[in-house]
Structures are given as C-alpha cells and as structure tokens.
C-alpha cells in the first residue's frame, strides 16, 4: 500500500491500558505523537494517524513480546515492518529524562539511525502454541519441586514415629504412602497436622504429576510437527527442542545467520583477549533459557556420543579447559539448530557439531 506524502518512522511506547505514539521525518524531525487506548480499534486508530502524517516506512516498538505483541501483529498485518526496540538504557535516561512521548521518540529514532534492527516474533503460529502450553508446564514443575521441598521440611522436623515409618522409601513409594495418612479429626495435636499436612502435599504432588503428563502429551506432538528435524539430532529431547523452538520464534527465518542464532543463544564467543594472551570467554548473555537447552544437549553428547567424546579428549590434550570445550560444542550444536529450524522439508540436515562451518 502506497501513501501520499514524505517518508516518516513510527515509534510506540507500549503500556498495559494504553500505547503511546510518535512519528518523525527522514531527518528525525519530531512530527507529532499521540496516546491510544490497548484495543483493536485503538491500535487500528494508532495506524490511521501515523499514515495520515506521510508514507509510513516501519515502526519501532517497545515489547513486542508483552505489552506491544497484539500491535506488532496487527500492524504486520497491515503489510507495515515492525522493528523491536530495546528500552533506552539507564544512562541515556538519566541523561533525557522519562515519558512516554521521550520513549516514543527514541524508538521511531532507534529505528531511523539503523540503531534498532530486530524483527519481533510473529507469535501467530504452531511455535505460539508450544510456548504457552510450555509456560503452564514449567510453572507445574515448578510448583511440583516447590511441595517436594516442603515434605522434606517437615519430616525433618516430625515425629520420630513419622519419620520412621518413611525411612528408606525412594521419591515414588514416599509420595504414595503420605497421600495415604490419615491424620484423624483432632488437628491441635502436632502429630495429626504434620500427618494432615503431608498428605495434602502429597496429594498435590500427585496432582501435579498427572498435570504435567498431560501437558507433555499435548506439547510433545507439536514440537515434532513444528521442527521435525530438530529432533533427529543427537541429544535433542522434546524438552530443549521446545525451548529452543520458542527462542526462535514462528519466524526464525528473522535471524539472517546461524551466527545471529548464537548471539540469540548466548554462544557466540567473545573475545577476552590482553597482550600476548589470545583467547575468547563464554558468553553470558543472550536467551538464558535457549542457552540452557544447548549446555544440556552438550552434556548428553559428551556423555553417551562417541565422536564428542573423541573431541573433548583431543582438545583437552591440546590444553583447553573444560569451559572453553563445552563453549565450542555450543556453538557448533548452535549451528546445528540453526540449519534445522530454519530447513525446508525437502532439505537434509547433517550433524556436523565436531567441524566448523566451511
């Protein structure tokens, strides 16, 4: 869609209730900026208004991943490019000043200067899907772990009898024995509370067992539909090719190179090099979580992968520690992902984690 009129960048400074916006020219002139309500008809009012100031070239928006994910579709929608744009950090506020109309300018700036250039997830597809089902579930391990911890707590503290009567059951038998206590009616003596209160825990725990079964045969089917050839490599459970999927996004043909997946990743090394010392550190930044699911497929491949293992051992002669081993393996599973997600069907995905790219 063409519009009459000069070039001009958006920029929005995205809030719960309502979104803030603001226009500049080529040359990074102020225009106008304005504050529309959260909604469909808000964010289709946002538009209208920025392409009545001239041929709107992108948009910069802050939290396409929260607060700006529902404009940032809609606005893609429209055949607009959304741009993702970082807050101003502390020094740059410190030195500006805070307000939304501050906020919307930096982001249409951050955009025009080439300074923003990170296409957000589309968050319209089966990826989508794997992600919030992925939240329940993590928040039920989470919770589950959570009551394991508490029973523990209060055996210490039981009755010998208690304790006694649990002695030496592995996690399975323990969980099922206190789901089956019974506390009788007369809660003011500390034997029946502690009796009653593991059993509720323990019923919870069962309960939470049961959910996170449920959601892993909901998640597991569309993470095989999603990156069928992400599972066939070495090491790849349905666990870290979920993770992994939701780092990249419905989209990840928005990440240009395998290289802009390791920095997404966080293994991309950097360099920490001083005099005639030249060496590169892991890299500490990045999506921890996707970077979580590479050190754990680098863990089961130095385990139970023959041609890893051969790997460590010879780069371990050559002197390299054990950081700087698993910081290679990284990036060479990295690229691994990469070719896999981002791989059409027809295409075949060769391991190469042992041998850099050609």
């Given at each position: 869609?063409?519009?009459?009129?000069?070039?001009?960048?958006?920029?929005?400074?995205?809030?719960?209730?309502?979104?803030?916006?603001?226009?500049?020219?080529t040359v990074g002139r102020h225009l106008a900026d304005r504050e529309f309500?959260?909604?469909i008809r808000g964010y289709r009012d946002l538009l209208d208004w920025m392409r009545s100031h001239g041929e709107l070239v992108a948009v910069g928006v802050e939290g396409t991943g929260a607060y700006g994910a529902e404009l940032a579709r809609v606005l893609?929608?429209?055949g607009v490019t959304v741009i993702d744009v970082d807050r101003p950090d502390r020094k740059t506020r410190r030195m500006k000043g805070k307000s939304d109309p501050i906020d919307a300018y930096a982001a249409a700036t951050a955009v025009l200067s080439g300074r923003a250039t990170g296409i957000p997830k589309s968050r319209d597809g089966l990826v989508e899907a794997v992600r919030v089902l992925r939240v329940a579930r993590r928040s039920a391990v989470k919770a589950r772990t959570q009551a394991m911890n508490q029973i523990r707590g209060l055996l210490v503290s039981a009755s010998a009898m208690l304790r006694e009567q649990v002695a030496g059951l592995d996690k399975a038998a323990l969980i099922r024995t206190l789901a089956r206590l019974r506390p009788g009616e007369d809660l003011s003596r500390p034997l029946a509370a502690t009796r009653a209160a593991l059993r509720r825990l323990a019923r919870r725990h069962q309960a939470l067992d049961e959910e996170i079964a449920?959601?892993?045969?909901?998640?597991?089917?569309?993470?095989?539909?999603?990156?069928?050839?992400?599972l066939e490599l070495f090491g790849v459970g349905p666990e870290t090719a979920g993770q992994l999927l939701?780092?990249?996004?419905?989209?990840?043909?928005?990440?240009?190179s395998e290289a802009a997946f390791a920095h997404l990743a966080g293994v991309a090394?950097?360099?920490?090099s001083s005099g005639r010392t030249h060496r590169h550190r892991l890299n500490r930044g990045g999506d921890r979580a996707a970077n979580n699911a590479l050190h754990t497929i680098v863990l089961t491949r130095m385990r139970f992968d023959e041609r890893t293992r051969a790997y460590v051992e010879r780069r371990t002669k050559e002197g390299l520690n054990k950081k700087d081993i698993m910081r290679c393996l990284k990036r060479f599973v990295a690229r691994e992902v990469y070719r896999a997600l981002t791989?059409?069907?027809?295409?075949?995905?060769?391991?190469?984690d042992l041998a850099p790219a050609a």
């Open positions: 869609m063409t519009h009459d009129g000069p070039q001009i960048t958006g920029g929005v400074d995205t809030h719960g209730l309502t979104h803030h916006a603001a226009v500049i020219d309500p959260a909604t893609t929608a429209a449920e959601l892993d045969a909901e998640i597991g089917p569309l993470v095989k539909q999603a990156a069928p050839k992400l939701a780092s990249a996004g419905d989209n990840p043909e928005r990440m240009r090394p950097i360099p920490a791989s059409t069907p027809t295409e075949r995905i060769t391991q190469t």
